[in-house]
């Protein structure tokens, strides 16, 4: 029998928990101090549900750190060696961001909803006490909090069905990280073509908790027909289109280079980047080490709870710290960091998993 998570004021209910608890979820994590569904009926199921219909997914632990005032552009650029020099009204950019040494402390989504005013939805740390106290430190003219804002995903092939019968033709012309307001409940939302999945879909970044079960309602009612059901990020389809986990994935002592998202660093642009002369610096050696996805042979491994070593000829090669079976590529398929020896596409290594060694394969590129 697994163990039961004690659920409590600190592990934060969202808008939507009395109606995932009637959807009948069967497995949580805690993330953002907040209740995030990761079971409805098996990952395998939900899994084959994702990839065919469409799902709704509970994803207010994607908390949002609002920047607002005169330089509110300034600190969102202090935050990340992404340029967002171009970034304009309406869009959403995946923003690496990196503390005075270059390390990874948070992988969120940047939303601008105005010159002075930004969304930065974030992953699984308290980058909220990072970002006050830089605007304290350098005495900014911004104020940095936590709104009332839920995302509630909507991804899956049959998604912009859906999401037009609740909200109208019009968001099939949202292209992909722009976002458009829709008024729902008499309510503006912002409704942006985002989501960690790659089956396409949207998320509804829901301002004002009472709009959360109506609109819950609103999409199970108007997507009977197309099976609609409650679904959360699905570990294996997460796997298979090469999503990294902060914190399982990579951490504060990992580089976006490490990380494999130097395409999403500018930083000789990212003038104001705090970051900025560590990357620099590091940028000129290059990683030693970075993020790779990795086929292990054989029956299907159990999940990565902790890194599982990686070897080659005895010698340390780095770790897997994301690993499931899929269904339809008929194999394990793993994310994990792979130092520089070894990282090259169709390298064979040896990985230490609780099932006992399994010969790889590693690949530069994820499966979807
Ligand atoms: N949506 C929103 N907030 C989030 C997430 C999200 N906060 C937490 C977490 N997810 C942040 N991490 C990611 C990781 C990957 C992506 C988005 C957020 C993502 N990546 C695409 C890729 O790598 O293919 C596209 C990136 C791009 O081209 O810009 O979507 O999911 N609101």
């Known amino acids: 029998m697994s163990p039961l998570l004690s659920i409590s004021r600190r592990t934060r209910r969202t808008p939507f928990t009395d109606r995932v608890t009637a959807a009948g979820v069967t497995g949580y994590t805690v993330y953002n101090h907040m209740l995030l569904p990761t079971v409805f009926k098996s990952i395998t199921e939900d899994y084959r549900h994702l990839k065919s219909a469409v799902q709704v997914w509970d994803v207010s632990c994607e908390r949002q750190v609002e920047i607002r005032g005169p330089q509110a552009a300034e600190l969102v650029q202090m935050l990340t060696p992404r340029d967002l020099s171009e970034m304009r009204i309406g869009q959403c ?115 004002g908790g009472r709009h959360g079960e109506p609109l819950w309602d609103a999409l199970f009612e108007a997507g009977r027909d197309l099976d609609v059901r409650a679904g959360c990020p699905n570990l294996i389809e997460r796997i298979e289109a090469g999503l990294l986990s902060y914190g399982s994935d990579m951490t504060r002592a990992n580089t976006p280079h490490e990380c494999g998202l130097g395409r999403f660093c500018d930083t000789r642009l990212a003038i104001g980047c705090v970051g900025r002369d560590a990357l620099l610096r590091v940028a000129r050696e290059g990683p030693l080490k970075q993020i790779r996805y990795l086929e292990i042979e054989g029956d299907p491994v159990p999940s990565c709870p902790e890194p599982w070593a990686v070897t080659v000829e005895g010698e340390p090669a780095g770790q897997i710290t994301s690993a499931a079976w899929s269904p339809d590529f008929e194999a ?37």
């Not at 968001?171 to 503006?188: L, M, Q, S």
């Not at 060694?357 to 499966?367: D, L």
């Open 93 to 207: 950019r995946y923003i690496p961001i990196v503390d005075e040494t270059g390390g990874m402390l948070n992988d969120p989504v940047a939303v601008k909803l105005d010159e002075d005013r930004y969304w930065v939805s974030i992953a699984d740390s308290d980058l909220l006490f990072w970002v006050k106290a830089l605007a304290l430190g350098f005495r900014m003219a911004v104020d940095v909090f936590e709104p009332d804002v839920s995302p509630l995903a909507i991804q899956g092939p049959l998604a912009d069905e859906l999401a037009a019968r609740v909200f109208g033709d019009e968001v099939r012309k949202i292209r992909f990280f722009d976002f458009r307001t829709f008024t729902f409940n008499g309510a503006e939302l912002a409704v942006a073509r985002s989501g960690y999945s790659k089956q396409g879909g949207f998320e509804v970044y829901v301002e």
């Open 332 to 368: 394990n398929l793993a994310i994990g960091m792979i130092v520089r020896d070894w990282w090259d596409q169709g390298t064979k290594v040896l990985v230490h998993t609780p099932a006992g060694p399994r010969t790889a394969r590693i690949r530069e590129k994820p499966w979807l």
